[in-house]
């Protein structure tokens, strides 16, 4: 397991669309989230939230800065969840997958929530992996529904 994907916020870097993008070198979709995120293609980069290489928006998250502080892995280790970091995500498909992420990984422990989050995005029709706010799959193109 990379314990650099474990976002503390809950979400899970190996799902990420940036991190995969990155990972795998696919412009087309670097360029994608280059428009949606507002940056340069050039700037969808990222090896997971606690590597030395984060996505812009990682780099400055304040829920990132308070479990450092705290000496917590993540948000799952902390009494104060939902905090105020949490309700103001500014992304609400991010604050949705983080309320419902965050108690899996208490429940679960990291190890199997890692193996839960995999599992969860992956495409119904063909099983191929997908990104954290997929509507079509890459490979078949089939129109998929996960949060």
Same mark, same amino acid.
């Given at each position: 397991?990379?314990?650099?994907?474990?976002?503390?916020?809950?979400?899970?870097?190996?799902?990420?669309?940036?991190?995969?993008?990155?990972?795998?070198?696919?412009?087309?979709?670097?360029?994608?989230?280059?428009?949606?995120?507002?940056?340069?293609?050039?700037?969808?980069?990222?090896?997971?939230?606690?590597?030395?290489?984060?996505?812009?928006?990682?780099?400055?998250?304040?829920?990132?800065?308070?479990?450092?502080?705290?000496?917590?892995?993540?948000?799952?280790?902390?009494?104060?969840? +939902?905090?105020?970091?949490?309700?103001?995500?500014?992304?609400?498909?991010?604050?949705?997958?983080?309320?419902?992420?965050? +108690?899996?990984?208490?429940?679960?422990?990291?190890?199997?929530?890692?193996?839960?989050?995999?599992?969860?995005?992956?495409?119904?029709?063909?099983?191929?992996?997908?990104?954290?706010?997929?509507?079509?799959?890459?490979?078949?193109?089939?129109?998929?529904?996960?949060?």
């Amino acid at each position: 397991m990379n314990t650099e994907l474990l976002a503390p916020c809950g979400l899970y870097c190996g799902v990420c669309g940036v991190y995969m993008a990155s990972r795998d070198n696919n412009q087309k979709l670097k360029d994608k989230l280059a428009k949606a995120y507002g940056v340069n293609p050039e700037q969808i980069a990222c090896k997971g939230c606690l590597s030395n290489e984060k996505f812009v928006y990682c780099e400055a998250c304040g829920i990132r800065s308070c479990i450092m502080e705290k000496n917590y892995e993540g948000c799952h280790q902390c009494n104060e969840f +939902p905090c105020q970091l949490i309700d103001d995500f500014p992304v609400p498909v991010g604050k949705k997958v983080i309320l419902r992420s965050v +108690p899996d990984r208490k429940k679960l422990g990291t190890e199997k929530w890692v193996k839960e989050e995999e599992n969860r995005y992956k495409c119904p029709h063909c099983s191929d992996p997908l990104f954290r706010g997929a509507r079509r799959c890459a490979s078949c193109k089939e129109l998929v529904e996960i949060d």
